[in-house]
């Protein structure tokens, strides 16, 4: 041992594990003595004897601690290596969370905010904060009502596609309450007139339960629009028959169109009566076929105490009789095998909306017979049974357009998107039409408010043209979107940047001012031609009357075997052809044993 205090040398610490390893060895060999309580150690008597017992008692091993829960050795934590490089802090340098400044947690989302307006800042972007009132006062003196404000309107994104035209176009609805497609009928027609009218419906009245013939006879197709009606009469399997669209009076035609007859009745409250030309102190009935397609068919029609349901059955009543009357007057050995009625394509959305149209167009056939004479109580008495009234057909407008387009030498094969324009409504519906008998599946579908005199009165309450034409481009949009979605490649951007599928316009409303915008700016991008669909070479109309009116009243005057069933997507699984004969078997398929 070395006599400095406090130090040893290598050979001592040898010299101590020497020791401890030959008693170890000395007590293996010896037999285990008894155990005896411990003796007490004797203190140290003198400095060095102290500290050689301190050493000693560091070379031996610690017995474990143990845990309470688990009844296992614990070890001791060890304690943390510090940096070489580690210099001790003085007090005050170290933390003290009750000094130091409170920094206030920013959630990612305002980082992420604050990290972009900071990037505005760097570009030199002026950000300026305008104060609650000056917003609260500006919201005040806008033109727009409470609802309007709150109506979704969104603010103007670079690519939003037209969608903030849309919502603020869609929050001035309200304001088409009391809008009606504009009928375009005169105030008052000359005696000669009524007389000629009147001469027509007496005639289709009571010859029309006589000329039924459900397996020789022309086809009915019925046009009820929402500002005017179209009738087009056609013998499907009698190529020398002639094929005519009904005659209107000029005088009473609207807007002195040839073949547009007013959708609108006027009703007199003292008598009860209908009348299908304006009289003085009449009530004119109109807006009917809109509500129907929103399904508000109970509200009031122009607070004439009926129903929009009452006042659509007596006009269809009417303009039934007329046509046949006139149509026996054309060709007297006339016979009549049915009438074809179209609905748009989104009331197959709803299912109320289809049973409404049902309902009404039995309704009306059921009263042509009594038409000369037609009352409002005769719109309470129960409906004839369908062996008894005129056989009448249900298809949808797209089916009557399709079947018009089909008939012409050569159409596209593909995706399609048929855009049809009237007074009040502006319709569209994707779809793709290929070589398959089997029910077209529409893939979107949509009817707004946007057609010509519509945009017209939007113009009125503070909206734009531009707004309009953007309001519609948006609505196309969502069209093609639900088609695209469906993994229907015929709708996808092509390689040459355009799209592959062709555009079907129909409708009057396509001549307005906003319309041709829309058009004129769409065309560019697609890959074909957008296509005017025009009318049977066969089919006698006045020429004066544009040929995109009558093209429904067309397509619907042909055999219902040659108007496709439309489904919606949802309506059917996936059709399964025959794997034998390569034809496919579906619902519209007829076999020889069924004829």
């Not at 035209?165 to 869609?170: E, G, S």
């Not at 004066?544 to 397509?555: K, T, Y």
């Not at 699984?573 to 398929?589: D, H, V």
Request: overall charge positive; aromatic content about 8%; hydrophobic content about 35%.
């Amino acid at each position: 041992m070395s006599k400095e205090r406090g130090k040893a040398t290598l050979g001592d610490v040898k010299g101590a594990e020497l020791l401890r390893a030959l008693a170890a060895n000395t007590a293996k060999r010896a037999p285990p003595a008894p155990k005896s309580p411990p003796e007490a150690k004797p203190t140290p008597s003198s400095e060095d004897d102290r500290w050689l017992q301190t050493f000693e008692s560091r070379l031996q091993p610690q017995p474990p601690s143990f845990d309470r829960i688990s009844n296992r050795p614990q070890r001791k934590a060890e304690p943390p290596k510090r940096n070489p490089t580690y210099k001790a802090e003085s007090a005050s340098d170290r933390y003290d969370p009750r000094t130091a400044p409170q920094r206030k947690r920013v959630p990612p989302k305002k980082q992420q905010r604050s990290a972009k307006a900071a990037e505005k800042n760097s570009l030199g972007q002026k950000i300026v904060r305008v104060p609650a009132s000056v917003v609260r006062d500006v919201k005040a003196q806008s033109s727009l009502s409470p609802k309007e404000k709150t109506g979704g309107a969104m603010s103007p994104q670079p690519y939003d596609f037209g969608r903030a035209a849309f919502d603020k176009i869609r929050a001035m609805r309200e304001r088409l309450e009391t809008f009606s497609a504009s009928h375009g009928a005169p105030v008052t027609v000359s005696n000669e007139t009524r007389a000629q009218i009147d001469d027509r419906i007496a005639r289709g009245a009571a010859q029309a339960l006589r000329i039924i013939d459900r397996d020789d006879g022309f086809f009915f197709g019925n046009d009820f629009g929402t500002s005017t009606t179209k009738a087009v009469l056609r013998h499907p399997h009698m190529p020398t028959a002639p094929a005519f669209a009904a005659p209107v009076p000029l005088e009473f035609a609207s807007r002195g169109q040839a073949h547009l007859w007013p959708t609108a009745i006027w009703y007199h409250k003292s008598t009860g009566r209908f009348s299908p030309y304006p009289q003085e102190g009449w009530v004119c009935l109109q807006g009917f076929k809109s509500a129907l397609v929103e399904n508000q068919n109970h509200r009031i029609c122009c607070g004439s105490g009926l129903t929009m349901l009452q006042a659509s059955a007596a006009f269809l009543a009417l303009h039934i009789a007329y046509v046949l009357g006139a149509a026996l007057e054309r060709v007297p050995a006339l016979r009549l095998a049915g009438i074809n009625f179209a609905v748009p394509v989104a009331a197959l959305k709803n299912s109320s909306t289809a049973e409404t149209f049902e309902k009404l167009i039995a309704k009306a056939v059921s009263l042509v017979p009594e038409a000369a004479n037609l009352t409002v109580d005769q719109l309470q008495t129960p409906s004839a049974s369908r062996d008894e009234a005129i056989p009448v057909y249900l298809c949808t407008e797209l089916s009557a357009a399709i079947a018009g387009y089909c008939s012409a030498p050569r159409y596209y094969q593909g995706g399609h998107m048929i855009i049809d324009c009237g007074s009040a409504t502006l319709d569209m519906a994707s779809f793709y039409l290929g070589e398959e008998r089997w029910p077209i599946e529409i893939h979107g579908a949509s009817v707004e408010r946007l057609g010509a005199d519509a945009c017209v009165v939007y113009e009125h309450n503070g909206a734009t043209g531009e707004e309009c034409v953007k309001a519609a481009q948006f609505q196309e949009h969502t069209v093609w979107k639900r088609a695209a979605q469906g993994g229907n490649g015929g709708f996808v951007l092509g390689r040459d940047g355009k799209y592959p599928y062709q555009i079907i316009l129909i409708g009057g409303g396509l001549h307005g001012a906003i319309h041709e915008q829309m058009i004129g700016t769409m065309e560019p991008a697609f890959r074909y031609p957008f296509h005017r669909p025009q009318l049977s070479s066969d089919l006698e109309f006045d020429s004066s009357v544009g040929a995109g009116r009558l093209v429904l009243a067309d397509g619907l005057a042909r055999d219902p075997i040659d108007l496709r069933e439309v489904i919606m997507p949802d309506d059917r699984g996936s059709p399964s052809p025959n794997r034998g004969g390569g034809l496919p078997y579906g619902p519209g398929f007829v076999s020889k044993d069924d004829v």
